[in-house]
């Protein structure tokens, strides 16, 4: 038996302005854009290359979501970007105008950053060893 998890829920503000960043500016695919209703799509992006997990976005559309957009994990890192190349993507979200919360640093996992996206969510840029 294989199971994986295929999608983690992001609520955002907006549909597209969370487009524009994890598209834009990370550089993710746009896998899927469905309207559901008149304010309700199915939104899935991913990493380039990726071919499992999906990151569902979810445009808030109650008081109890809008309160948690940017802070799903309490403050700590909500999410992990691996890459097979640390130096070629850190240089590539700075230039797209990603704020990075610290300067790179080697731990014994590997190479390191911490960066935010727009709404607050705090993301590891991660080269593993």
Do not use: C, H
């Not at 008149?38 to 990151?55: F, I, N």
């Not at 727009?118 to 593993?128: A, H």
């Amino acid at each position: 038996m294989k199971q994986i998890i295929g999608a983690v829920t992001l609520v955002v503000p907006d549909y597209d302005e969370a487009i524009d960043f994890y598209v834009g500016s990370l550089g993710f695919e746009l896998i899927e854009d469905t309207p559901l209703s008149e304010t309700k799509r199915w939104v899935l992006v991913a990493p380039k290359g990726s071919t499992e997990t999906r990151l569902l976005l979810a445009q808030a559309d109650a008081p109890a979501q809008a309160a948690s957009i940017g802070n799903q994990a309490g403050g700590r890192v909500f999410l992990f970007l691996d890459t097979d190349d640390f130096d070629r993507d850190y240089k590539s979200m700075v230039t797209a105008g990603v704020t990075f919360l610290e300067s790179p640093r080697s731990e014994p996992y590997g190479k390191v950053a911490v960066f935010q996206d727009p709404f607050g969510n705090k993301w590891d840029l991660i080269e593993k060893t």
